[in-house]
Every structure is written in C-alpha cells, then in structure tokens.
Nanobody
Framework: QVQLVESGGGLVQPGGSLRLSCAAS????????MAWYRRVPGKQREIVAR???????NYARSVEGRFTISRDGTKNMVFLQMDNLKPEDTATYYC??????WGRGTQVIVSS
C-alpha cells in the first residue's frame, strides 16, 4: 500500500516562496505520474502540476511560470517549488500518486 506525506506548507507573504515536499512509501511503480492538487473550502479540487516518470511536467495556467514540480525517484519524493505566491494560491495542497493515492494535505496561506 502506498502512502503519501506532504510537508512544507505555512504562512507566507505575497511575493514569497514555499517548497512543498511529498514523501512516498510502500510499493511504488516508477512509471506512474505524480501530481499536486489544491482545494479551497467550498470549491472543487484542482490540479496544480503533474510530472511523469520521464520528468515531463504540466502546469495549470494559473501557476505556470511561478511553480515548478520535480521528482526524485531514488528517494520516492516529489516537490513543488512555489515562487511569487499570490493570495489566490491559498489552499490545502495535496500530493497524488498514479491518480489514485492521496496524501492528507498541507495548508498554504498567502497573506500580508
């Protein structure tokens, strides 16, 4: 069974940066995509970024150019570098593995 644990969330001022980490454990298949989603209370969860096993990354239009997703296959980790954060980036961020397994989330608050 695969488990995902996110970390790195917190409170940051607009224009600031955060780096989210997701540690995966269990029986993993390296050829599956990993992704970051986010959800604001009262709204649907939306995808933020996705990365394939060959490193190909795709981003939501709202974060393109500001966020960078990466993965370290040897350590079974995926990261989300978030720069130039905006108040509208405030949400709970979730790590996803293979479109099936979810972490419990880490909260990001962008506020002055």
């Amino acid at each position: 069974q695969v488990q995902l644990v996110e970390s790195g969330g917190g409170l940051v001022q607009p224009g600031g940066s955060l780096r989210l980490s997701c540690a995966a454990s269990g029986r993993l298949f390296s050829n599956l995509d990993m992704a970051w989603y986010r959800r604001v209370p009262g709204k649907q969860r939306e995808i933020v970024a996705r990365i394939s096993d060959d490193g190909t990354a795709n981003y939501a239009r709202s974060v393109e150019g500001r966020f960078t997703i990466s993965r370290d296959g040897t350590k079974n980790m995926v990261f989300l570098q978030m720069d130039n954060l905006k108040p509208e980036d405030t949400a709970t961020y979730y790590c996803n593995y293979g479109s099936v397994v979810w972490g419990r989330g880490t909260q990001v608050i962008v506020s002055s």
